[in-house]
């Protein structure tokens, strides 16, 4: 059994979805590995992370939208807002989803379905650089 770990950087533009995928499977191909299993995790507690659709963008848009129904802008709502009006909410959303994922690596390649992407999911305004820490376990 062979273990490898790493991190991923990645650019936020402000709120919304920024897709992984690419980034994350290049890594995990230099490995080499067969079968194992890789562990993403998002190193931030205002952004979290998702395999969501990645040929329709409506449904990320909708996915979006919905967030900022269930956890809006309002600092009336919230009393932690040291950060901003944005601040609470991204924790909110963050709590709401996941900052970990683990997905099987079959054949040398990640098992994501055929309509399935890795995600950042920015929960902040402001671009913001992020960090994912990757640990691949394997053969």
Not at 5 to 31: M, N, P, Y
Not at 70 to 96: Q, V
Not at 129 to 136: E, G, N
Request: net charge negative.
């Amino acid at each position: 059994m062979r273990q490898a770990a790493g991190q991923v950087e990645v650019e936020s533009r402000g709120k919304g979805l920024v897709d992984v995928s690419r980034r994350v499977e290049e890594w995990v191909a230099g490995h080499r590995m067969a079968q194992g299993l890789l562990t993403i995790f998002c190193r931030h507690t205002s952004c979290s992370l998702l395999i969501q659709e990645n040929a329709a963008p409506a449904a990320r848009r909708d996915l979006e939208a919905y967030f900022e129904r269930i956890a809006p802008e309002d600092p009336e709502r919230y009393e932690h807002g040291d950060e901003g009006p944005d601040d609470m909410p991204a924790h909110l959303r963050a709590a709401l989803t996941q900052v970990q994922l683990s997905i099987p690596l079959m054949g040398g390649r990640l098992a994501l379905g055929t309509w399935q992407g890795i995600y950042l999911f920015e929960h902040r305004r402001a671009p913001h650089r992020r960090t994912l820490a990757l640990h691949l376990i394997g053969e």
